[in-house]
């Protein structure tokens, strides 16, 4: 669906709404979840392909922005049209509870004045939900986004996260929107939480006596840290381990929008504090010198995720030299139940291709590492990860591939 008119021109008249069928009132919706819950390009894998070796790969062209994304953007921080739509789905929302109080649900599609397969139940909880993406969002340039991602192991995982506007095209500030790798990594941890050390329901894994933590550097929005939390809080719900999780960025808007995320999603406590989440400033520039760190940063984590923060040719070597004070080190003991890892989702682009390269010629293979020398930094694996540009659609911008790439570092044995 490509959207062309603004809800007043789109939408059916309020007045009229019990003359239109289910479908067509899903659609409608649809139609708003795209204008005002938009999806983040290259967030829906294709597949994945593990590639160890150290072939080429091809890069995604990226795209700009059309004239069409401007006219959708200036319709969605239009404030009367966002009344309207307010209104429209409070109209929408009274007339399905009216419907579904006087029919039985078996007997549905004998309604006179409703005709489909949708129930009116499904229509009230989107039109629900969009009203409170709506309703909670005002600012020009503002998006609300509700992500949800299912999982047979610990169930359905909803995150809700602020996109603001990025400060006068400062690039310091880009961590103001959610990007696809981040969706990507998020998407992956609720998939497979063991794979990142984050279920502690698998049999035999025993709490340590030390918290186990967790870091996302360039945590941006925090949709990654906020996943891996919630993740964390259903799996401590069968065992009292303690976990802290500290997301970190470097750009004061974005740590003050860091922060409301945060306190959007756990606005009380955490399983009795068993689990925690924190945000907290990182400039992965200073840090590796500074004679005394903070706190909160002052013990290794056993687990780092790192999504799309590899835009610069320095940041491979900053990030590389925080992690060397930041992931702990091997250890044999039972306080160290597995070896502890970065796990990072960068994006192909041909405008930053270099800097995606840095990678590989900072990080040596562990396979390239003697078993003589001192534990250093090293790529275990790498797998290259498949992505629609966008979900359903025609165009043929919108049947783009991006291509992401996925590193797991740690330390050489």
């Not at 981040?182 to 030390?210: N, S, W």
Request: charged share 25%.
């Amino acid at each position: 669906m490509v959207i062309t008119k603004p809800p007043t021109s789109f939408l059916p008249p309020i007045p009229k709404i019990a003359s239109y069928t289910s479908t067509q009132l899903l659609d409608a919706l649809t139609y708003l979840k795209l204008l005002y819950n938009p999806e983040v390009r290259g967030s829906h894998r294709i597949r994945s392909n593990s590639a160890h070796s150290r072939g080429s790969w091809p890069i995604d062209v990226e795209q700009h922005r059309s004239d069409e994304d401007n006219d959708v953007h200036l319709i969605r921080s239009d404030t009367f049209e966002r009344s309207y739509t307010i209104r429209w789905l409070i109209a929408l929302v009274a007339r399905m509870e009216d419907l579904q109080e006087s029919i039985d649900s078996t007997q549905i599609e004998s309604a006179s004045t409703f005709h489909g397969s949708v129930h009116p139940e499904i229509l009230i909880q989107q039109a629900a939900s969009l009203l409170a993406l709506c309703s909670g969002v005002s600012a020009a340039g503002t998006v609300e986004r509700i992500f949800s991602f299912d999982s047979g192991k610990i169930g359905r995982i909803d995150v809700r996260v602020t996109d603001i506007p990025i400060e006068n095209q400062d690039y310091r500030s880009v961590g103001a929107q959610t990007w696809g790798g981040a969706c990507v990594l998020a998407e992956m941890i609720v998939e497979h939480p063991e794979q990142f050390g984050l279920d502690f329901r698998i049999e035999g894994y025993t709490c340590g006596k030390r918290p186990f933590r967790v870091l996302e550097l360039g945590a941006g929005t925090g949709l990654v840290g906020l996943t891996a939390t919630k993740v964390l809080v259903a799996s401590s719900a069968e065992r009292d381990c303690r976990t802290t999780v500290v997301a970190t960025d470097f750009y004061p808007s974005v740590l003050d929008n860091l922060r409301a995320n945060i306190d959007r999603n756990f606005p009380g406590d955490l399983s009795d504090g068993t689990v925690t989440i924190t945000s907290h400033f990182l400039d992965w520039s200073k840090f590796p010198t500074m004679s005394s760190v903070p706190e909160l940063l002052s013990s290794p984590f056993d687990v780092v995720f790192g999504a799309d923060i590899v835009y610069e040719a320095d940041h491979a070597a900053w990030i590389k030299k925080c992690l060397e004070r930041l992931l702990r080190r091997p250890c044999t003991s039972a306080a160290c139940p597995f070896v502890a890892i970065f796990h990072l989702v960068i994006p192909l682009r041909p405008t930053h291709s270099s800097e995606a390269g840095s990678i590989e010629t900072t990080f040596r293979w562990t396979s390239d590492i003697p078993r003589e020398d001192h534990p250093e930094l090293t790529i275990l694996s790498r797998e290259t990860i498949l992505c629609e540009a966008y979900r359903d659609s025609d165009t043929k911008r919108d049947r783009d591939v991006v291509e992401y790439l996925y590193y797991r570092i740690g330390w050489s044995q």
